[in-house]
C-alpha cells in the first residue's frame, strides 16, 4: 500500500487552490528586508547601472522610499552610506554627520515605529583604500586595530537610533567587541545582526558599483572561501558564543548548504542575503527575455526561504510586497 498506484503525490498538484493549501514555505512581506543606498549630497535619486530598479537614494527620495516600505509592511530597511570623502581609517562612519548616520536618524523618525531600522556596520563605504578594516604598516587589514573603530561606529549607530548593527567586516571577534561597547554605552537594547558566513563573492560586484567602491584587490583574507561548508557553521558558532542576536548568510543562493546547516543548529533567527549579483543576474536574463522575471524572482526568493531563512534581505522586497507575493 505505500507504492503506486496507490500513491499519488501529483494529487497534491492538482489545482491552484490545493496547491496553495499544501505549500511548505511561503514568503510574507513582513519577513522581507529592503537593503538601502543613501548618497551624501545627491539632490534625486542617482540610478545604479548594473542594478536595474535600484537607485542611490538623495534624502528627500530616501524619505519617501522609507514610507512605501512601511505601508507595504515590509519587515524593515538595512541601511548603506555613501559618503563624498574618504580617508584611511573611515572617519565618515563615527562621524555624528556621516551619511549612514544622518540617514538612520531620519530613518528613525519618519518610520522607527513600523519597520526595523539596520545599519551596515562595516568601514568599506567609508575608507580610501576600499577595505573592510583599517590596514596594518604592511597594507593587511589589521583584525584588533579594526575591532576598535567598529566599537565606535556601533556606539555612534546606536546613538542615530538604529535598531539592528550589522557587522559585515568579517573581522574576528567583531561581535563580542561591538556588544561590550554598546552595553557599556548603555545601548542594551540594540541589536546584533551577524554577517556570520559571509563569502568573499564575485556576486558582490553591483554593489561596489552601489557604493562606489574604492576597493582594489580583493577581500578573502577576511571574507570565507566559497569552498568551505563546515567554516559557515563554526562562524556561525562564534557569533552566537559572542551574543550575536541574528546570524545571516551571504550570499544567499550559491550558499543554500550553508544556510541549511546554519539553520539546523541555530537557537537565533537565521537570514540570508540575496545581494546585488544575485539581483542583477535574474534582471538581465529577464531583461533579454531568457526568463519569466515574476516568476524567477519568486523562486529564487521561496527558494532562500525553504532552505532555512527567517528572512530574507532582497533588492526586490517593495516590490514583492507590493505586487509580486500571492494574497
Ligand atoms: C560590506 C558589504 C558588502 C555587501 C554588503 N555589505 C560588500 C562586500 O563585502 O564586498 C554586499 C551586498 C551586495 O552585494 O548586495 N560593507
Known amino acids: 500500500m505505500t507504492e503506486f498506484p496507490v500513491i499519488r503525490p501529483r494529487r497534491l498538484r492538482t489545482s491552484p487552490a490545493m496547491r496553495r493549501l499544501v505549500a511548505e514555505t511561503r514568503v510574507h512581506a513582513a519577513e522581507l528586508i529592503l537593503p538601502m543606498f543613501i548618497r551624501e549630497g545627491a539632490v534625486e535619486p542617482v540610478p545604479i547601472g548594473s542594478m536595474p530598479g535600484v537607485v542611490q537614494h538623495s534624502l528627500d527620495s530616501f524619505r519617501r522610499a522609507l514610507h512605501g516600505a512601511a505601508e507595504a509592511g515590509l519587515g524593515g530597511v538595512n541601511l548603506f552610506g555613501v559618503p563624498l570623502e574618504h580617508d584611511a581609517v573611515g572617519s565618515g562612519a563615527t562621524d555624528p554627520d556621516g551619511i549612514l548616520n544622518v540617514a538612520t536618524r531620519i530613518a528613525r523618525d519618519e518610520v522607527g515605529d513600523a519597520l526595523v531600522i539596520q545599519t551596515d556596520l562595516c568601514l568599506d563605504e567609508f575608507t580610501d583604500h576600499g577595505h573592510c578594516g583599517v590596514l596594518a604598516a604592511d597594507g ?122 546554519v539553520a539546523a543548529m541555530s537557537e537565533v533567527p537565521v537570514w540570508a542575503y540575496q545581494v546585488s549579483g544575485e539581483y542583477a543576474m535574474v534582471e538581465a536574463a529577464a531583461a533579454h527575455g531568457w526568463i519569466d522575471r515574476d516568476r524567477a524572482i519568486l523562486e529564487t526568493v521561496t527558494g532562500i526561504r525553504r532552505a532555512g531563512a527567517d528572512a530574507v534581505l532582497t533588492y526586490w522586497a517593495l516590490e514583492l510586497a507590493t505586487r509580486l507575493l500571492p494574497r
Open 140 to 261: 593587511s587589514v589589521d583584525n584588533d586595530a579594526t575591532l576598535l573603530r567598529y566599537a565606535e561606529m556601533a556606539v555612534a549607530q546606536a546613538a542615530a537610533g538604529t535598531h539592528l548593527v550589522a557587522p559585515s567586516g568579517m573581522m574576528d571577534g567583531q561581535v563580542a567587541a561591538i556588544r561590550e561597547a554598546l552595553d557599556a554605552a548603555g545601548f542594551l537594547d540594540v541589536g546584533i545582526l551577524a554577517y556570520s558566513a559571509k563569502y568573499a563573492s564575485s556576486f558582490y560586484g553591483p554593489f561596489r558599483e552601489a557604493v562606489d567602491s574604492q576597493l582594489t584587490g580583493d577581500r578573502r583574507t577576511y571574507q570565507q572561501d566559497p569552498a568551505n561548508r563546515r567554516e559557515g557553521v563554526r562562524e556561525a558558532r562564534l557569533d552566537l558564543a559572542q551574543g550575536a542576536d541574528i546570524v545571516m548568510v551571504k550570499p544567499a543562493m550559491s550558499y543554500l548548504d550553508v544556510l541549511a546547516d
